[in-house]
């Protein structure tokens, strides 16, 4: 078994967020927007996420795949958004987008961003247990890149998939645990390459496919369904591939009432 590349103080079980996660992003928030940053491969695998969660809400709601804003007037909350890289588009495709994250400075950067840009977003510095305690619930629910960095998934996953409505769709991306991912996600991004900071993964909170299948059946929601996310070294981009070594988008529902 692959050995964490630092160490990292126990959780207690039942937490959904590690401060020194936290702290971590707090560092990179600047970087955001910087297409050739520290956040270069979310910007690169942007669109063919972006094209999966598309697809995803335009068949699970019925919705017209020809119109410039399919998504309009869809509520959707992006859980852990970052500076915004995903809310934008979302919004832009007529989404009513929340987008919440618990780094303070992240949110005040996708904040300028917005109003530079022009879509309007509800950010807010927020846990995804705030909006829960107060009863909100989503069309839809996106969490990309952000179960891999929570010390109890299963705690985490039944949290966020409560702000699902009923008849509502979820979708998450997050890394596969196989030795594949062990090579390319830490050794190669992080040590070698240099795409990411070093210690930005933990092998040991990769969650493998079967995992978040029993993780959702287990708290109400439909099996869920895969695809893999791969990238592409000679056109130098990522794109939607049957192969989940590595990393990979799920999908999922809440039973209508």
């Known amino acids: 078994m692959p050995r964490r590349m630092k160490s990292e103080p126990a959780t207690a079980p039942g937490a959904t967020l590690d401060p020194h996660e936290v702290e971590r992003f707090q560092r990179l928030s600047s970087e955001w927007w910087d297409p050739n940053g520290k956040f270069r491969p979310l910007h690169q695998q942007g669109p063919a996420r972006l094209t999966f969660i598309r697809k995803t809400l335009i068949e699970h709601f019925g919705l017209q ?4 804003k399919p998504l309009q007037n869809i509520t959707i909350l992006d859980i852990g958004c970052g500076g915004g890289l995903v809310s934008e588009p979302l919004a832009r495709l007529g989404g009513r987008v929340t987008g919440i994250d618990p780094t303070a400075d992240s949110i005040a950067i996708a904040r300028r961003h917005a109003e530079a840009q022009g ?46 409505r009923p008849g509502g769709a979820f979708v998450l991306s997050t890394l596969n645990r196989t030795w594949k991912s062990y090579l390319l996600a830490i050794v190669a991004a992080e040590y070698v390459l240099g795409w990411l900071p070093r210690g930005t993964h933990n092998w040991q909170r990769f969650v493998t496919p079967e995992e978040l299948g029993r993780h959702l059946s287990a708290i109400g929601l439909k099996p869920p369904q895969f695809s893999g996310i791969v990238y592409d070294v000679i056109r130098d981009e990522w794109r939607l591939d049957p192969n989940t070594d ?12």
Do not use: M, Q
């Not at 795949?65 to 410039?68: A, D, P, R, T, V």
């Not at 590595?246 to 009432?257: C, D, F, G, I, K």
């Open 246 to 257: 590595v990393n990979y988008l799920a999908t999922s529902s809440r039973p209508a009432a």
């Open 65 to 68: 795949s020809k119109s410039l």
């Open 119 to 164: 879509p309007s977003i509800d950010y807010r510095v927020a846990r995804a247990e705030d909006l829960r305690a107060a009863g909100e619930t989503f069309d839809a629910v996106i969490c990309l890149e952000v179960i891999e960095h929570v010390p109890d998934v299963g705690a985490f996953l039944n949290v966020i998939t409560g702000l699902v």
